[in-house]
């Protein structure tokens, strides 16, 4: 926008979406090649600030829309209601919008609303705010229509843009449509969506649906906090545990994906609560798929209003955005984000402490370099999974000359440095100019390190018994130790190891009935 403004001064610059401020404050001053800036639901703003300029003089002033600030004047806006009808709204793909582009050798995603609004008033996201708490409906003709479209365009990938997909009755025939013509067609082949906050029957029915397609991404199970305070404090219900657990038992049965999310250094979270949540997860066997994320500030997002963040002592780094499995070129413009690096009840240390047990529980178990090992310890045993982890992090501190003990060097050396605004990129030549987390970095170099990593494994588990008093059997620790090996997904084998494994001496029943939930 700054560069057309250098070569085009009489170019009309208008901003929407999320990342625009409600609170314009300094806004048109810092950014100053910005004119306009559209707030909240921007369609009929956007339509009438071209409908007022199409029919204004050349030194005509446009002011007075509403919906929409302007450089000039410094009097706010005026807040537009949103819209009674969204059907109002053309369909980009039944109106042929994209009819040109598609002639492009490419794959497509749409982003496709079925729906808009969210009923949730969770503080740290966009939508936990009042003005698009009730959801409106797109309808099931025109709905129907535009998946006709996917499937004659030969759509491989759909975007579910609803906050909520599974909230509605209506939203099980909408997945069946899907399928129908997926069934014709071929098209769309995934449809990826955010599920409903609470996992329902109805979002069930509507996963094992798509499932028997293999249109689905798997199912979220998001709670982000199993804390009681916490959840008070962003306002936010989770399902209880022994719900939980049956939703993960039942998505296991019938082989679909799960995933859960957490979300760190939430307000009324402390350290010990954060662990404790991560053991609740891991015992209520959600052992595959444990996304733990910085929690951001968004500017309109209720976290980000200044008695909220003066009331949690609410403490942000200002670093460059992280944008996993990405290419940056050489030209990408850096974006930033506001992390939550602590609060009233998470001191800076605390939250780097966070970072690295959950940098470990993802690399080490949910990533599956010890996930068997860690199962058969907290069964034979009953520690804690984060007792456990823990244990393995003070362990390898202590032995910085092993190749676990420098893996945990850089990553606590990546983490402290974004403390101080840096980034949390990490690039491997060897596996071409992709992003990986910090997780997935650890468990690709370690993948090159495999058996060794694995002597260390061993010498910890034997120090760790010792200590512990656990009489741990030697032959069952180097039959864990061989199972476990074999069955990490490793880039230059296959995945499916059976037969890797078939003739090994190792007691595989025994094992399995072990861990077996």
């Not at 980009?92 to 008033?121: A, S």
């Not at 909408?174 to 609470?198: D, H, Q």
């Amino acid at each position: 926008a700054e560069k057309i403004k250098d070569f085009y001064p009489d170019c009309l610059v208008i901003l929407g979406g999320p990342h625009v401020p409600d609170k314009v404050g300094d806004f048109f001053k810092k950014y100053h090649f910005i004119d306009i800036l559209v707030h909240g639901e921007g369609e009929v703003t956007f339509y009438k600030i071209l409908e007022k300029k199409a029919n204004l003089s050349s030194k005509s002033q446009l002011k007075n829309v509403k919906g929409a600030s302007f450089k000039n004047n410094d009097c706010g806006y005026i807040v537009r209601e949103r819209m009674d009808d969204i059907n109002k709204i053309p369909s980009p793909y039944l109106e042929g919008v994209f009819d040109d582009l598609l002639k492009l050798d490419v794959d497509w995603q749409p982003v496709w609303e079925t729906n808009r609004g969210c009923p949730y008033q969770c503080v740290y996201c966009d939508w936990g705010s009042n003005y698009v708490r009730k959801i409106k409906l797109f309808d099931e003709s025109r709905l129907q229509k535009e998946i006709n479209w996917f499937g004659k365009n030969k759509i491989g990938f759909v975007y579910g843009g609803d906050a909520n997909f599974g909230i509605l009755k209506r939203d099980l025939d909408i997945a069946k449509m899907l399928i129908r013509e997926n069934k014709k067609t071929g098209f769309p082949a995934k449809y990826r969506v955010s599920y409903a906050k609470n996992s329902t029957d109805r979002v069930t029915e509507i996963a094992e649906l798509l499932h028997s397609r293999s249109m689905d991404k798997g199912v979220t199970l998001s709670v982000q906090t199993m804390n009681d305070d916490c959840l008070k404090a962003i306002k936010r219900k989770n399902l209880n545990m022994d719900s939980l657990s049956n939703f993960v038992r039942h998505y296991q049965e019938k082989s679909i994906a799960t995933y859960t999310e957490l979300i760190l250094a939430l307000p009324g979270e402390t350290y010990e609560s954060f662990i404790d949540g991560i053991d609740q997860l891991l015992s209520a066997g959600i052992h595959n798929s444990l996304a733990i994320y910085n929690c951001t500030i968004l500017p309109n997002a209720p976290m980000n209003e200044d008695t909220y963040k003066k009331e949690w002592e609410i403490e942000t780094v200002r670093s460059p955005i992280f944008l996993n499995h990405s290419s940056p070129s050489q030209e990408s413009i850096t974006e930033y984000e506001e992390v939550v690096v602590g609060n009233k009840l998470l001191s800076r240390e605390d939250w780097v402490n966070e970072v690295l047990i959950s940098w470990v529980i993802q690399a080490f178990h949910a990533l599956n370099l010890t996930q068997v090992i860690a199962i058969s310890i907290n069964r034979l045993y009953e520690i804690k999974y984060s007792e456990f982890y823990k244990e393995l992090l003070i362990y390898f501190t202590c032995n910085q000359d092993s190749i676990i003990g420098h893996e945990l060097m850089i990553t606590r050396s990546k983490v402290k440095s974004t403390l101080s605004g840096g980034d949390w990129d990490t690039f491997m030549d060897e596996f071409g100019p992709i992003n990986w987390s910090i997780e997935e970095s650890s468990y690709l170099r370690l993948l090159s390190q495999l058996n060794e990593f694995y002597v260390e494994i061993k010498r910890f588990l034997i120090d760790y018994s010792l200590i512990r008093n656990l009489n741990l059997d030697l032959d069952l620790l180097d039959n864990l130790i061989e199972y476990q090996h074999a069955i990490v997904v490793k880039y230059e084998t296959p995945r499916y190891i059976g037969a890797m494994i078939a003739d090994k001496t190792i007691k595989i029943d025994s094992i399995r009935i072990l861990i077996n939930r």
